[in-house]
């Protein structure tokens, strides 16, 4: 046996098996990019960028003031409410509006725009004031109990502001 000499048969095989691999390569790539421009691959929707302030009006209402950013659907808002061990999430979908308790834009559109504001209508009663869902219901004690406040945006999944209040008798 000679070293170094190869058979006449033998001499393409690495150089096909070259080509080959870089032909799957190249086919994988393809698809991965088809795949993305085509939509198959899902991108998270991108957070919205806002600004927005609370405040309280009266004992029964909640205002949300949209001061700038993005546009976005009240329906894509939750709103949540949390004072000591209690919390309650609250969408355009779940508020128990038959008791008369409401989640709308004060503009009376369904998008929420820059200088839009944003009403939370609860229920006084006592020293507390109620928000109801068709699931659950919040008692937020008034008189200095400070309350903590969250909107989301179901859409993206990411928090567009939150802060803190308090009701006054």
Do not use: C
């Amino acid at each position: 046996m000679i070293m170094g000499n190869t058979l006449s048969g033998d001499s393409g095989v690495s150089i096909v098996v070259g080509v080959m691999l870089m032909l799957v390569v190249t086919i994988i790539l393809a698809a991965v990019v088809s795949a993305y421009a085509g939509g198959l691959i899902t991108v998270k929707e991108k957070p919205l960028q806002v600004t927005i302030t609370a405040r309280v009006n009266g004992t029964e209402e909640i205002l949300f003031d949209h001061t700038g950013g993005d546009q976005f659907s009240i329906d894509q808002l939750i709103v949540i409410l949390d004072q000591g061990d209690q919390q309650i999430r609250i969408t355009n979908a779940t508020i128990d509006r038959a008791n008369g308790y409401n989640l709308s834009n004060k503009a009376g559109i369904g998008f929420v725009r820059p200088g839009d504001t944003i009403i939370l209508k609860g229920k006084r009663s006592g020293d507390h004031t109620y928000f109801n869902t068709t699931e659950k219901s919040i008692s937020l004690q008034y008189n200095n109990r400070e309350f903590f406040w969250t909107l989301l945006s179901q859409k993206s999944d990411s928090i567009l502001s939150r802060g803190s209040l308090v009701f006054y008798s």
